[in-house]
């Protein structure tokens, strides 16, 4: 089993920078493509940034293109997304996701349901 714990929310203002953390339990961590998603109040989860069992491929959300970028570190079991030039809408709840293979086939890494372990969630909130 697979626990994954969000950290590293919080509230910034606009223009402002965070930078998220998941750690994961589990051995089989390194061998797990990871992605982030979000959700704000009363809209639906959606899809942040993704990246494969070694990092060396990374998926981005349009809007967070040139502002997010995703990471890991697989000898500390950890996933990182460090948001630069936060704004407003980038407010909502930050997910951890974990799926059960080191790549992610076609652009499946955008769909919640391709995703086998979830965190709780942080908070972030981006204020003008």
């Known amino acids: 089993q697979v626990q994954l714990v969000e950290s590293g929310g919080g509230l910034v203002q606009a223009g402002d920078s965070l930078r998220l953390s998941c750690a994961t339990s589990g051995r089989t961590f390194n061998t797990y493509a990871m992605g982030w998603f979000r959700q704000a109040p009363g809209k639906e989860r959606e899809f942040v940034a993704a990246l494969s069992w070694s990092g060396s491929h990374t998926y981005y959300e349009d809007s967070v293109k040139g502002r997010f970028t995703i990471s890991r570190d697989n000898t500390k079991n950890t996933m990182f997304l460090q948001m630069n030039s936060l704004k407003p809408e980038d407010t909502a709840v930050y997910y951890c996701?974990?799926?059960?293979?080191?790549?992610?086939?076609?652009?499946?890494?955008?769909?919640?349901?391709?995703?086998?372990?979830w965190g709780q969630g942080t908070q972030v909130t981006v204020s003008s």
């Open positions: 996701a974990a799926y059960r293979n080191s790549y992610f086939p076609g652009a499946s890494y955008g769909q919640r349901e391709t995703y086998h372990y």
